[in-house]
């Protein structure tokens, strides 16, 4: 008979590793993450497993070698940050004061904390005033699952959890020289997600390119020189320059 094994894990012993971000025109973009567990033949109980916090679709993919999902469990997932609040232990500071308590309860602007002196009922704080909670941002603002799987061996797996994020978009731009134009990748971050030594999936229309290692900052923009054929180019801005000086900006299109 094939056991069956029951790990609730308090912190994950599996480690997210080589994820990939797939980022395409429509907006449809996509985040698969790996994460290894040693599994026994049989049903594996598996989690809490943190996803990115920009996740906003509730319906998840799994890949599993030689096994199969058999159901998964998501906690905490809300596309309203302030509602992920619930539960945490948190600071509220400004106006010369610090409000520390744990979140009871959130309605619209207002926020129930049960601090050493008692219920507290505040607002949320515009800035310069801040939140600040103990533990980082991924955990306090994450939606975690836990994960029923089915192995048909025992060994070290790769599970692959496959789900839509937002926040990443791609534009082409070009800078033409003579009769030449080279073109470029633009992203943009517009998230708070640190995206680190991930596989970048660029999805056009007519390419994908795909580059390993990829570092992109919270909040940021990289540029970087696209490998592509002319034929492959896509509608964007050209930027002529003369002199160390733009002489023009005009709209790149297909013919």
């Not at 996740?55 to 096994?67: A, M, N, P, R, V």
């Not at 800078?175 to 596989?199: G, H, M, Q, R």
């Not at 923009?221 to 002319?230: E, L, Q, R, W, Y």
């Amino acid at each position: 008979m094939k056991n069956k094994i029951l790990t609730f894990l308090l912190l994950i012993v599996g480690f997210t590793y080589a994820d990939t971000l797939v980022v395409k025109t429509d907006g449809k973009d996509t985040y698969v993450q790996e994460e290894k567990f040693m599994l026994a033949d049989g049903e594996n109980v598996l989690g809490p497993i943190n996803l990115l916090p920009i996740i906003y679709g509730d319906f998840l993919k799994f890949e599993i070698q030689d096994g199969h999902l058999i159901s998964y469990v998501l906690n905490n997932f809300s596309t309203n940050w302030k509602e992920n609040l619930k539960g945490k232990n948190i600071s509220i500071e400004g106006n010369g004061r610090v409000i520390s308590g744990k979140v009871m309860d959130v309605q619209g602007e207002n926020i129930l904390l049960n601090t050493a002196k008692g219920l507290v009922i505040t607002t949320f704080p515009t800035f310069p005033s801040k939140i600040s909670l103990k533990g980082s941002y991924k955990k306090s603002f994450s939606p975690s699952i836990d994960v029923n799987i089915y192995s048909k061996d025992v060994g070290e797996k790769t599970i692959k959890i496959i789900y839509p994020v937002r926040g990443i978009t791609y534009k082409m731009k070009y800078v033409a020289e003579k009769d030449k134009l080279t073109p470029y990748f633009v992203l943009e971050n517009k998230t708070s997600v640190n995206f680190e030594k991930i596989t970048l999936k660029i999805k056009g229309k007519l390419f994908t390119k795909v580059i390993k290692d990829f570092y992109l900052p919270a909040y940021s923009k990289k540029v970087i020189k696209a490998d592509i054929k002319k034929e492959q180019f896509e509608e964007g801005l050209i930027y002529r320059y003369k002199n160390q000086n733009v002489e023009s900006i005009r709209v790149y299109r297909r013919k």
